[in-house]
């Protein structure tokens, strides 16, 4: 949903006095944030009227009151979705904007904030919006998930070399390597989840620092904006000095979102390695590339890059919260107003990057000659050879010695690996014997590779289904 923030040039608070229209404008420009933080308006509305009515159980908002106070807000929410309501930055913040308007149309509206603080409901609205946030990268996730799954499946069968330090080591299903970021995404959907453990707990009532001396009921607001655990019991937060000032929740937030960014970076410069023509194991279709300005020829892969790109903003992002919060005395101060837009960036910039790198994959196809023709290179069989010798009972680290002096007389020779002659290479081991070109075989060498984890060809079908079937 996109909601557009109208939001004036300020005015200054007064225009009487020696101040009065430089410094006091400077200082409301510089002060403000209701530039980023209007996007908290849905949480902050949700937050009051669940409030307000934990006012009216305790006695202090009369029915009229109550009623007069969430029609006045609902008719706010309207105003707001419609790109309708003017947001005024001297009034700082979506917290004051909001509470403002109010009590400007209804004069409840003046009595909402009681047992209250901007400092309480802060924490309150970055927790709901967080949490919600959180319900929606974990649909992306699984979004990314299903795409590489799928080119997995459309792709079975395709080899490709597995690498390590960039260099050919092993073959590997094409799929088995997609696999291997559908792992590492599923942790970090669990760890987003994890974090909602820690988070979903209401701070509402802690008031500025010292709760309040009113008898406010917070396991009532509580159970209305859903801080509930398993069994349907409020979570509140047990510290008022800890609830106003604890950012914990925006930390792990980032954190985990960071780490979603590196995985999605290293997914990004696999992409762009397969699209070069040195690789060429992929095509991108051209919706998802871009040309250059000068060279007719090129296809760049900019989507990739960009995620590859955005990563650092969000590791960013992170590094300014820990950096924001790590020499704040207690409790709140004014810094942590700075801890939104590094939240706000972190979720926008991780959403944007799943579902293109979601929307580019389905959109990729593999080029299954240039993957078979790299896959099809002997020396990537070399340890296959080694493990047919342990086979004939040969200790590994000799067997392990012979294959390297065979990889390099093949070199002298200049022969491939498996086009050493049977004579060959029994003198350099009598174990090998007639069979052992047999080794060289790719289909069968893939059938070998049968135990959990590998990249056989049996385990990597079950993974296929087992992924399928858990992401339906
Ligand atoms: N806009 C403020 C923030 O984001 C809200 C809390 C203001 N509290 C205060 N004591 N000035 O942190």
């Known amino acids: 949903m996109k909601v557009q923030a109208r939001i004036k040039n300020s005015t200054p608070v007064s225009r009487s006095g020696r101040f009065a229209n430089g410094p006091g404008a400077d200082v409301a420009n510089f002060s403000e944030s209701i530039s980023f933080d209007w996007r908290l308006w849905r949480h902050d509305i949700l937050g009051s009227i669940a ?51 109010l009590t400007r149309r209804v004069s409840a509206g003046a009595k909402l904030h009681t047992g209250r ?29 299903r795409s590489l799954v799928d080119f997995g499946s459309r792709s079975e069968g395709v080899l490709i070399p597995g690498y390590t330090h960039l260099q050919r080591a092993q073959p590997v299903y094409f799929a088995h390597h997609l696999l291997a970021y ?14 909602l453990n820690r988070l979903n707990v209401c701070p509402l009532g802690n008031g500025a620092i010292a709760g309040s001396t009113l008898p406010l009921d917070r396991e009532f607001v509580a159970r209305q904006l859903g801080f509930v655990d398993g069994r349907g019991r409020p979570l509140v937060t047990q510290n008022s000095m800890d609830g106003v000032s604890d950012r914990d929740f925006m930390i792990e937030f980032c954190a985990t979102a960071a780490l979603t960014a590196v995985h999605l970076s290293r997914l990004a410069e696999d992409v762009i390695l397969w699209a070069s023509s040195e690789f060429d194991f ?38 300014a919260l820990l950096t924001l919060l790590k020499g704040l005395p207690m409790t709140y101060n004014r810094d942590l107003q700075e801890d939104k837009e590094r939240v706000f960036d972190s979720a926008d910039t991780i959403r944007a990057c799943l579902r293109l790198t979601a929307a580019m994959l389905n959109h990729t196809t593999v080029n299954t000659t240039a993957c078979r023709l790299a896959a099809d290179d002997p020396q990537l069989l070399a340890t296959d050879l080694v493990d047919y010798l342990v086979r004939k009972g040969v200790p590994f680290r000799k067997a392990h010695h012979v294959v390297g002096a065979a990889v390099a007389l093949a070199e002298k020779l200049n022969l491939s690996l498996n086009e050493l002659s049977p004579t060959d290479l029994k003198g350099l081991d009598r174990h090998f014997g007639a069979d052992a070109g047999n080794i060289f075989n790719l289909d069968a060498a893939m059938k070998r590779r049968n135990i959990v984890g590998a990249p056989g060809t049996k385990q990597v079908r079950r993974q296929l289904v087992r992924w399928q079937k858990r992401l339906q």
């Open 282 to 319: 992929i095509r991108i279709a051209d919706a998802y590339t871009t040309g250059s300005s000068l060279m007719p020829q090129k296809k760049n892969p900019d989507i990739a890059e960009l995620t590859r790109g955005k990563s650092g903003r969000v590791i960013g992002n992170l590094m």
């Open 51 to 101: 409030h307000a009515s934990m006012l009216h159980k305790i006695g202090l908002l009369k029915t009229t009151e109550l009623k007069a106070i969430i029609r006045g807000l609902e008719r706010i929410s309207v105003e707001i979705e419609a790109g309708q309501f003017i947001w005024r930055p001297e009034l700082e913040d979506v917290h004051m904007n909001i509470e403002a308007e």
């Open 182 to 195: 559908v792992e590492m995404l599923d942790r970090d959907a669990s760890r987003f989840r994890d974090g």
């Open 117 to 145: 603080s901007r400092n309480d409901q802060v924490a309150l609205d970055m927790r709901l919006w967080v949490r919600d946030e959180v319900g929606q990268i974990q649909t992306e996730l699984r979004a990314l998930q």
